[in-house]
Every structure is written in structure tokens, then in C-alpha cells.
């Protein structure tokens, strides 16, 4: 009876072992998918338990000259950087270099309230300092080298836009500022610390502060797909988001990282404990990510036209990370069903046809649009016999047909519905609808 019973939990065993790869071959069918509908391009990655069990890359590191990408690939991450920031913060706390409730004053003076601007304040976007990427005069200078002064200077032009620790705000500036403070406390370059605090003793190889893109190094520019092209985009001079968005990486090096940040490698278990104190859901340089019973922790990214995730869920002991370079989908969803493999739930594949409208028809809807109580206006208009819009300020994207009136953009998860006869429109992101009306 023993043996049989034995027997059989070896069968359950295995059942599960098989249908997990069998999801996870799923999940690289679905990623194939999305690139050969040129709805993403990039790098992504599942640990479970510690032992990697998914890698794939997809796409171009340089699609003028058909240089593939893979695993090793380098990829700008974006915010997740910031993770990165806070817990250089939290060692140097740890070294008594700095406490978290140091203000801000005691480095810059100049930045208005900073007499009452703590490094905590900083840490969880609560200080009211004015993201500096926010404004319109950033589209000016991201791509030109700024140093330290010049990036104070600019930030102290802006006023506050609350009483610091009265709400959270996510700034760029915070993390700015917190990587030049470190930089100050340590006597030693941005570059050099995380080389010392962290690649070098958790032996990232491929995660690093970026600088111009070297493709020939295996590092990826990233692309909008238009007209049947990738189009590379401008590259933010990394000069500009030091502690904030400066880094490039691989999804394995990240989850290598936070795995070890959880398992002690980095900063005590106290330090680990108050960067996982999340208030509106965000800790110090972490984010809550909430999934069925359980939560995870880590972070997003978009830079140019990168986008980014790594969280790890310490109850599953899962880690997953992806880095995009093209995109046209939504990540989160791409995301959630890397996560939804290691937990052996089976998902829809996505159909990628969208409908066919004649430029005739379209051509109703194109024009200028706006809404009196918001800022921005719209410009729709057909590029390619495809509907495009336009956001003052913003880069044009494509509207994908539903219906004759019904159009989406999966990237940024926007949908516009069109009434011809009251000549406006409704854009629904996020759960929030706005009405533009045609001028």
C-alpha cells in the first residue's frame, strides 16, 4: 500500500511538471506571437525557487543592421534603476553615512522646502519636489549631457507642488537627487558604488550605468514599428537620470538581484523590511504588486522606448522580469501571464487581426479635438491608411479598428470610441473617460 501510494504522488508530480512546461512552451508561442505581429520585441525571464526555468529573447538589439537579439543582451530599464538607488541608500544608512531622517538642506539648500525635505521623503515620493520630466522643456534637453549643477539648477527653478511627506507623487527628481547625494556621502561616481556595493559582489555581468548605445557590445536600441519600419528613437543622455533611470540590464541579472536583495545579500533583513513599508503602495524604490492572495515587490520602467518590470513574490518564490524595446502591446498583461504559468494556470492567446476600414471612412474622423477643462488637444489624422493620434506634446500612435467607431491602442492600454454625429470623442486609460470634441 506504501509503495503505491508513493507511486502516485510521483504520477501528480510529474502531471504538473509536464503541464507547466507545456505552459511555459505556451508562453514562448504567445511572445513569438506578439513579435511576429511586430507588437513587441525584447528579453524576459521566470525563476522559481531560485532556478531559472524561462529565458527567451525576441527581435532586434540593431534592426538596421539585422543584429538579433539575445538573453545577454543589455537593455536601458528605466526606473528600475531606482530600486537599485534606495538600496545603496539603505547600505549607506546601514554604514552610518546618512540617516533617513537627514534633510535635504544639509546637500541642497537651494531646492525649496529643502529644510524640511527628509532622505525618507525622497526614498517614497513624498517630497513635493516637481518632476523635472513632467515639463515640456525636458523633450529639449533629454538627449544633451547635463551635469550636476545644471540639474540642481533646474530643479530649484520649480515650485513645490505640496508640503513634503503630505502625499505621494512620483518624481524623477527625488531619485536625481538622492543619486548625487550618494555620490557625496561616498566620495566616489555613481558608476563606481555599483560596481562595489552590488554587480561586482552578486557578480551581475550585465548590469550596468549605461552611457551612448554600443549595439556592437550587444546593447539594444529601441524602435517604434511604423509603416512597415523600426524606426530607432532618440536616446536619453544618461547623464540626465542618475539614480533614477541610468541603468542597463539583462531580466536574468535582475532577478538575480532582487532574489539576493530578499535573501540578505545586499542590506539586513530590518533595512530589506522598512524598503518593503509600502505607503500608497510604494516603499523605498519598490513598488506593491498585488497578485490573487499574495503580493510581490519590485519595479516598472520606460525609458525612450524601452519599458520594464521585475518583481519577485517571496510567498511563491517566484521572480519575473521582461525588458522591451518595441512595443505595441501591454507589458502588464504579458507580465501577468508570465506569472500565471509559474502558478499552472493556462491563458487565451491573443488574436492579433484587427479590422480593415477604407481611408474614406476614416477620413471622417480626422482633425483637431479638444476638451476645455483639460490642456491637451488631440490631432488625428491617417498616416500610412492608418488612423493616428496626437497628444500636444507627445509622440503620434496608431489607432487599431474594433469596430467602425471603436479604436484601441494596446501599448498604453487606450481606447477611443467616435460619435460622428456630435463630433467628439471619448478616450478611455486607466478606468478614467474623457470627452474631446472636433474644433
Do not use: W
Not at 530607432?232 to 540590464?249: D, H, Q, R
Not at 499574495?294 to 510567498?315: C, M, Q, R, V, W
Not at 505595441?328 to 484587427?354: C, G, R, Y
Amino acid at each position: 500500500m506504501v509503495k503505491k501510494i508513493r507511486f502516485l504522488i510521483v504520477i501528480c508530480a510529474s502531471s504538473l511538471l509536464f503541464s507547466q512546461q507545456n505552459l511555459k512552451d505556451k508562453l514562448g508561442n504567445y511572445i513569438d506571437s506578439l513579435y511576429s505581429y511586430h507588437k513587441i520585441m525584447g528579453s524576459f525571464a521566470i525563476s522559481e525557487n531560485g532556478n531559472s526555468t524561462f529565458q527567451k529573447a525576441v527581435g532586434y538589439a540593431d534592426a538596421e543592421n539585422n543584429q538579433k537579439a539575445n538573453i545577454n543582451t543589455q537593455y536601458r530599464i528605466g526606473s528600475i534603476s531606482k530600486t537599485f538607488t534606495a538600496v545603496m541608500i539603505m547600505q549607506a544608512v546601514e554604514e552610518n553615512k546618512i540617516s533617513l531622517n537627514q534633510k535635504l538642506s544639509n546637500f541642497y539648500p537651494e531646492i525649496p522646502n529643502a529644510h524640511k525635505i527628509t532622505i525618507e521623503n525622497l526614498l517614497q515620493h513624498r517630497s513635493g519636489i516637481h518632476n523635472l520630466t513632467d515639463e515640456a522643456e525636458f523633450l529639449q534637453m533629454y538627449t544633451k549631457f547635463h551635469s550636476e549643477a545644471n540639474l540642481i539648477k533646474i530643479i530649484k527653478n520649480y515650485k513645490s507642488d505640496f508640503e513634503p511627506g503630505l502625499k505621494h507623487d512620483y518624481s524623477n527628481s527625488n531619485y536625481i537627487l538622492l543619486g548625487y547625494i550618494l555620490q557625496n556621502i561616498n566620495k566616489k561616481t555613481y558608476v563606481d558604488l555599483l560596481k562595489m556595493k552590488i554587480t561586482k559582489p552578486l557578480k551581475l555581468n550585465f548590469t550596468e550605468v549605461g552611457g551612448k548605445i554600443e549595439t556592437e557590445k550587444n546593447q539594444a536600441k529601441s524602435y517604434a514599428y511604423n509603416n512597415g519600419k523600426y524606426q530607432v528613437l532618440p536616446e536619453t543622455e544618461m547623464s540626465i537620470p542618475i539614480g533614477a533611470g541610468n541603468l542597463v540590464s539583462t531580466p536574468s541579472d535582475l532577478i538575480k538581484f532582487i532574489i539576493e536583495l530578499e535573501n540578505g545579500k545586499l542590506i539586513k533583513k530590518e533595512s530589506l523590511t522598512k524598503m518593503k513599508t509600502f505607503t500608497d503602495d510604494y516603499g523605498y524604490g519598490v513598488i506593491k504588486f498585488p497578485y490573487e492572495k499574495t503580493s510581490g515587490f519590485g519595479h516598472n520602467g520606460g525609458i525612450d522606448g524601452f519599458k520594464s518590470a521585475l518583481f519577485y513574490f517571496p510567498e511563491l518564490k517566484v521572480a519575473v522580469s521582461l525588458v522591451v524595446n518595441q512595443n505595441n502591446a501591454d507589458t502588464n498583461s504579458v507580465l501577468d501571464k508570465m506569472i500565471d504559468v509559474t502558478q499552472n494556470k493556462d491563458f487565451e492567446m491573443l488574436n492579433f487581426k484587427t479590422l480593415e476600414i477604407p481611408v474614406a471612412e476614416l477620413q471622417k474622423y480626422v482633425g483637431a479635438y479638444s476638451n476645455k477643462s483639460i490642456p491637451v488637444k488631440f490631432n488625428i489624422f491617417i498616416n500610412n491608411k492608418t488612423l493616428m493620434a496626437q497628444a500636444t506634446g507627445q509622440s503620434a500612435f496608431p489607432l487599431d479598428a474594433v469596430s467602425n467607431t471603436n479604436f484601441k491602442f494596446e501599448m498604453a492600454d487606450i481606447t477611443i470610441d467616435f460619435n460622428f454625429e456630435q463630433k467628439n470623442f471619448v478616450i478611455e486609460q486607466a478606468g478614467r473617460k474623457n470627452t474631446f470634441t472636433k474644433e
